[in-house]
């Protein structure tokens, strides 16, 4: 069962990114590469999320997360 759609996910990272002063619209300038999953991970980031509830909502591995190299110092 999904929490959230991804086609729903832009309107939370949008919001998301307003409470955090636009940090992530500079981070997607910076580094234009980054996929909606990957702003997904951030926008968690900044709410707080620890990996493992982050993974559980998003139905991914944490070993996935270590590999694609998102983990922010958490």
Known sequence: ???IFWSDW???INEIDTLF???L???KIQY???TTTDMILVALSCLGF???DTCQLLNINKN???TRGIVTGK
């Open 64 to 66: 996935t997360m270590y």
């Open 10 to 12: 832009a309107y939370y």
């Open 25 to 27: 619209s500079q981070l």
């Open 50 to 52: 620890e990996i493992p």
């Open 21 to 23: 002063n636009n940090k």
């Open 32 to 34: 234009p590469d980054l």
């Open 1 to 3: 069962m999904k929490l």
